[in-house]
T-cell receptor, first 110, second 114 residues
Framework: SQELEQSPQSLIVQEGKNLTINCTSSKTLYGLYWYKQKYGEGLIFLMMLQKGGEEKSHEKITAKLDEKKQQSSLHITASQPSHAGIYLCGADPGNTPLVFGKGTRLSVIA | ETGVTQTPRHLVMGMTNKKSLKCEQHLGHNAMYWYKQSAKKPLELMFVYNFKEQTENNSVPSRFSPECPNSSHLFLHLHTLQPEDSALYLC?????????????FGEGSWLTVV
């Protein structure tokens, strides 16, 4: 079965700093989804990447998909307290519902 | 507002109780899901419904019983649960079950079994 490893597990950054979160798959990625979750709440869809080399941006968040490396990265520019939360990547195995990583907990301090 | 509404948001129940979690989606989607989220574990898929028919049961114990009366509603009936079943239960939906369809989540129901 497909497994996703996210790194780092947790991250504390100062407001205004840039950061990157990685998601590595044990198998071929047919699609990669990024979600954000505030503690104890549901997942909010951020973006989906389907093609190797694809890059998408939403406000200050950019995600890239490296199909060959079976990896995706999520980059936040000039972090704000509103970016704090848990970021989860989900892989589309192609024939079953999404498989998720354990998440990366991001804290942004003033 | 995500289009997927879950009730109740918080539930405390004894091990001998019977309770139900409810999910309603207002997105016109055909597929619905139940996921379980426990501390320090990845999201675990529990059940999948497509056009009201169950298509996947991920080896979930029978003390969890899903019900999907129509494409917009999904229930999770709970009976004689164990303390280790305490978790955040997330309902989700997607337009179709096929690859490339984004899954949208509800806000979750926090379940505590005492």
């Amino acid at each position: 079965s497909q497994e996703l490893e996210q790194s780092p597990q947790s991250l504390i950054v100062q407001e205004g700093k840039n950061l990157t979160i990685n998601c590595t798959s044990s198998k071929t990625l047919y699609g990669l989804y990024w979600y954000k979750q505030k503690y104890g709440e549901g997942l909010i869809f951020l973006m989906m990447l389907q093609k190797g080399g694809e890059e998408k941006s939403h406000e200050k968040i950019t995600a890239k998909l490296d199909e060959k490396k079976q990896q995706s990265s999520l980059h936040i520019t000039a972090s704000q307290p509103s970016h704090a939360g848990i970021y989860l990547c989900g892989a589309d195995p192609g024939n079953t519902p999404l498989v998720f990583g354990k998440g990366t907990r991001l804290s942004v301090i003033a | 507002e995500t289009g997927v509404t879950q009730t109740p948001r918080h539930l405390v129940m004894g091990m001998t109780n019977k309770k139900s979690l409810k999910c309603e989606q207002h997105l016109g989607h055909n597929a619905m899901y139940w996921y379980k989220q426990s501390a320090k574990k990845p999201l675990e898929l529990m059940f999948v419904y497509n056009f009201k028919e169950q298509t996947e049961n991920n080896s979930v114990p029978s003390r969890f019983s899903p019900e999907c009366p129509n494409s917009s509603h999904l229930f999770l009936h709970l009976h004689t649960l164990q303390p280790e079943d305490s978790a955040l239960y997330l309902c989700a939906s997607s337009q179709e079950l096929t690859s490339g369809n984004t899954i949208y989540f509800g806000e979750g129901s926090w379940l505590t079994v005492v």
